[in-house]
């Protein structure tokens, strides 16, 4: 069973670049599209960015495009999102997630959450 958690959350300055982790203890991810949402204070969870079950395909969302990266590594179970030029409207709680999908898209049901890493960009 998938079993996600999330590591590399803190505190950053604006323009700064962090990396962010996501390890499944239970080896599944290689059948799961993987993907990672954000809840910032006071608003609802948003779709960040998704990867395939191979890693070909990758998704987007417009606010994050060019600024962050995600990849992953099926072989150490693992899912990373890269995030760059980081901006104060960043700040969230940022949780991976996993779908037996075979895309990740902003739509796409999501079947496993992580229990969520805090981001804190500051200007």
């Known amino acids: 069973q998938v079993q996600l958690v999330e590591s590399g959350g803190g505190s950053v300055q604006a323009g700064d670049s962090l990396s962010l982790s996501c390890v499944d203890s239970?080896?599944?991810?290689?059948?799961?599209?993987m993907g990672w949402f954000r809840q910032a204070p006071g608003k609802e969870r948003e779709f960040v960015a998704g990867?395939?079950?191979?890693?070909?395909?990758?998704y987007y969302v417009d606010f994050v495009k060019g600024r962050f990266t995600v990849s992953r590594d099926n072989d150490k179970n693992t899912v990373n999102l890269q995030m760059n030029s980081l901006k104060p409207e960043d700040t969230a709680v940022y949780y991976c997630?996993?779908?037996?999908?075979?895309?990740?898209?902003?739509?796409?049901?999501?079947?496993?959450w992580g229990q969520g890493t805090l981001v804190t960009v500051s200007s």
């Open positions: 239970g080896r599944a991810i290689r059948g799961c599209a």
């Open positions: 990867i395939s079950r191979s890693g070909a395909n990758k």
């Open positions: 997630t996993a779908s037996v999908q075979v895309v990740m898209l902003p739509t796409t049901p999501v079947n496993y």
